[in-house]
């Protein structure tokens, strides 16, 4: 079984920036890709961005290329999601999940975390 716990979610106003971190226990999840995703209040779960076993290749929204960074640190078993310059758009909760293989598929993961609450103010 697999735990995952974020974390790095707040209150922020327009422009500013956030780091939300993703802890992995149970089990390494080294050898998978990982994914975060958001949920905005009435909307269906959209991908935000993902990334490979190993680092070397990530995925990204439309909606977020050059404000946000996704990277992971396999010896903490912990994923992290940079975001900067956030947008009231970008209000969602955030949650990060594990995948089934070891490159990322949108929406092919079989374990994620409840969630942290990102609101960005105007």
């Known amino acids: 079984q697999v735990q995952l716990v974020e974390s790095g979610g707040g209150l922020v106003q327009t422009g500013d920036s956030l780091r939300l971190s993703c802890a992995a226990s149970?089990?390494?999840?080294?050898?998978?890709?990982m994914g975060w995703y958001r949920q905005a209040p009435g909307k269906d779960p959209d991908v935000v961005a993902g990334i490979s076993w190993n680092g070397a290749t990530t995925y990204y929204a439309d909606s977020v290329k050059g404000r946000f960074t996704i990277s992971r640190e396999n010896a903490k078993n912990t994923v992290y999601l940079q975001m900067n310059n956030l947008k009231p758009e970008d209000t969602a909760v955030y949650y990060c999940?594990?995948?089934?293989?070891?490159?990322?598929?949108?929406?092919?993961?079989?374990?994620r975390g409840q969630g942290t609450q990102v609101t960005v103010s105007s």
């Open positions: 149970g089990r390494t999840l080294s050898s998978r890709a």
């Open positions: 999940a594990a995948h089934r293989r070891s490159y990322f598929d949108i929406g092919d993961y079989d374990y």
